[in-house]
C-alpha cells in the first residue's frame, strides 16, 4: 500500500473516532446494501465517493472493478454515477465500500433475468479447467467441454481469450454457480442458416461444396452453413460408378447441380454429372462409322466384350468379332482392363449403341501390312505366298 493511500485511509478513520458515532451520520448505512454514489476524487489507488454520509468515503482500486486495473483512473472517472456495496460498516473497522461487489451483484440479477426470459449472454474465456472452461460473464461462469462445440473437441485451450455468446443453463446466486452452453447459441445459428439455405436453394442451380463424407451410396457435400447435401454415387458419372472414392475424396472442393430440394424432409440432392453433356451427344460425330479409336475391355458377357471408347460410352465387340478364328467365350481373347483397338462398325445415337469389332481392326491391319510390303517391292508382282513365307523366315 502506497504512503498516499495508507495516510488517507488513516486520516478517514481518525476522523471518524472524533464523532459520536460511525452509524450517525447524515444517512444510515447497513452492510450489505447497495446505494447510490457520486465519484469526488480519483488517485492512482483508490478513489473517494460521496454517498450522503458526514464525509466522502474512499473505495480502493481493487473495488472498483471486475477485472485488475493498474490505476483507479481506469476504472472511474470524477463525477459519475456509480453504485456501491456497503462491505462493512463497523464502529471499529470504519466504512468499505465496493463498487466491484455491488457491480458482481447487479451482473447476478441481470443473469437470473436472462435465464428466465431465455436470453442469451456474452463473455470472455478466461481459463482451461478440468471438465470445461472457466468463462467470464460479470460473474465466475463455467460452460462444460460438451457445451463448448457443436462437435467434440479434445484440446480446449485454443478457446481461451474469445468472447463468446452463450445460452444459460443454471444460475445460483446462493451456491455462486453459472453453467452456460456455446454449443445451444451455434446449434441455433445452424438451424437458422439451415432454413435460409433451403429457402435460397432451387433446383437447377450450381453451387460449390466440400466433400465431407463418403457412403457406398454416395457422398455428402458441405454446402456451407452446416448444409449437407447427398450426391448419390448414380449422380457421379454419366459411367457407372461402384464406389465413390473412385472419383471424390474428403476435403474436396467440387461443383454440384442442385436436382432436388426437400425443405420439410431437409433433404438436398445433387449432382456432378448434370454438369456435364450426357457423353452420348454428338456420339456419331465423335466417333464415325469406319473409324478405329482406342478402348477398355470393361465387361464380359457370353455374347462378346464391351469396350468403353470414352467416359460413359461403350460399345459391345460381339462374340463373332473378337477374333478372325472362331471364339467360343470372350475370355479365350480378351479379359476386363484390357486396352484394345476396335473398329466401330456401327453408331445408333438414339438407342445409346455402338457395335464395335477387334477382327476387323487384325483385317485392317493386314490388308495395309500387304500394302506396304507390295509397295516396297520393285516390280509389284510379289505373291501373297511369298509374303507369308518372308514373314515366316523372317519371325
Do not use: C
Not at 27 to 49: C, M, P, S, Y
Amino acid at each position: 500500500m502506497t504512503e498516499e493511500r495508507q495516510g488517507i485511509l488513516n486520516g478517514q478513520e481518525s476522523g471518524h473516532a472524533e464523532e459520536e458515532g460511525l452509524l450517525a451520520g447524515t444517512r444510515t448505512l447497513n452492510r450489505g446494501e447497495i446505494v447510490k454514489a457520486r465519484v469526488v476524487q480519483v488517485h492512482d489507488d483508490l478513489a473517494f465517493v460521496d454517498v450522503g454520509w458526514k464525509s466522502d468515503l474512499p473505495i480502493t482500486k481493487e473495488e472498483l472493478s471486475l477485472q485488475p486495473v493498474a490505476s483507479a483512473k481506469e476504472a472511474v472517472r470524477v463525477g459519475e454515477e456509480i453504485e456501491v456495496m456497503v462491505v462493512k460498516a463497523d464502529e471499529e473497522e470504519g466504512i468499505i465500500l465496493s463498487k466491484r461487489r455491488a457491480d458482481q451483484e447487479r451482473r447476478w440479477r441481470e443473469l437470473e433475468e436472462a435465464l428466465a426470459r431465455g436470453e442469451p449472454v456474452t463473455g470472455r474465456v478466461m481459463e482451461v479447467v478440468k471438465g470445461g472452461l472457466v468463462v467470464d460473464v460479470g460473474v465466475r461462469g463455467f460452460v462444460p467441454a460438451s457445451q463448448a462445440a457443436l462437435s467434440y473437441v479434445a484440446d480446449l485451450a485454443p478457446f481461451v481469450g474469445e468472447t463468446w455468446t452463450m445460452r444459460l443453463l443454471e444460475v445460483d446466486r446462493a451456491k455462486r454457480r453459472v453453467v452456460l452452453s456455446r454449443r445451444a447459441i451455434l446449434a441455433e445459428e445452424r438451424e437458422k442458416a439451415k432454413a435460409e439455405a433451403f429457402a435460397r436453394l432451387k433446383e437447377g442451380d450450381v453451387v460449390e461444396g466440400r466433400v465431407t463424407r463418403l457412403v457406398n451410396f454416395g457422398a455428402f457435400v458441405d454446402l456451407g452453413a452446416g448444409v449437407e447435401g447427398l450426391l448419390h454415387v448414380s449422380e457421379i458419372a454419366w459411367e457407372r460408378v461402384k464406389d465413390p472414392a473412385e472419383r471424390l475424396a474428403v476435403g474436396q472442393e467440387i461443383k454440384v447441380q442442385v436436382i432436388k430440394v426437400d425443405p420439410e424432409a431437409k433433404k438436398i440432392s445433387l449432382s456432378l454429372k448434370a454438369l456435364h453433356p450426357h457423353p452420348w451427344t454428338g456420339v456419331a460425330e465423335r466417333f464415325p462409322e469406319g473409324s478405329i479409336v482406342p478402348g477398355k475391355v470393361v465387361r464380359l458377357a457370353p455374347f462378346g466384350a464391351f469396350v468403353r471408347v470414352a467416359e460413359g460410352i461403350a460399345g459391345l465387340v460381339h462374340l463373332s468379332q473378337l477374333a478372325e478364328r472362331r471364339v467360343g467365350k470372350p475370355e479365350e481373347v480378351v479379359s476386363v482392363g484390357q486396352e484394345v483397338k476396335v473398329k466401330v462398325l456401327k453408331v445408333d445415337e438414339a438407342n445409346r449403341r455402338l457395335s464395335l469389332s477387334m477382327r476387323a481392326v487384325t483385317e485392317e491391319a493386314a490388308k495395309e501390312e500387304v500394302k506396304s510390303f507390295l509397295e516396297g517391292q520393285e516390280d509389284g508382282k510379289v505373291t501373297i505366298a511369298e509374303l507369308v513365307r518372308q514373314k515366316q523366315e523372317g519371325s
